[in-house]
């Protein structure tokens, strides 16, 4: 019981991030995309990637990139973010997240990515 409400907090944090969210298997299909990712990948298919290979969404050196960083991760518990890019257009950070099971163990990874322009939002606006 007490994992299912868990889960259902992990699953609101994700899904209320403004910032897009893909996490994927070891086998890098894509197991899970926020709303933020399915709108922002929409012309690509949107929802409709999840159960794809993240890997057709990209080149053949990229491919190689990706399972790179897989390597690392499986290489050592303490290697669980990697930085990737920078997109100026967007004025972001592009990073790979590690996710491990509660021993450790490497199950799968996400990308984040972490927008750099100053928050135009005002400060408590409740109103």
Not at 65 to 91: C, G, M, P
Request: charged residues 25%; negative net charge.
């Amino acid at each position: 019981m007490q994992t299912d409400i868990n889960a259902a907090y992990f699953k609101s944090i994700i899904d209320q991030d403004r910032c897009s969210v893909v996490i994927c298997n070891l086998k890098h299909e894509i197991i899970y995309m926020n709303p933020t990712a399915v709108k922002s990948y929409e012309k690509w298919g949107g929802e409709s990637l999840v159960g794809r290979s993240l890997l057709n969404c990209h080149n053949e050196e990229s491919q190689k990139r990706i399972q790179q960083v897989i390597d690392w991760f499986s290489a050592d518990e303490s290697h669980n973010l990697i930085y990737t890019s920078h997109n100026v257009k967007q004025n972001k950070d592009v990073y790979m997240v590690a996710l491990r099971d509660a021993e450790g163990k490497l199950i799968g990874y996400y990308e984040k990515h972490e927008f750099r322009n100053a928050e135009t939002m005002k400060k408590y606006d409740l109103w």
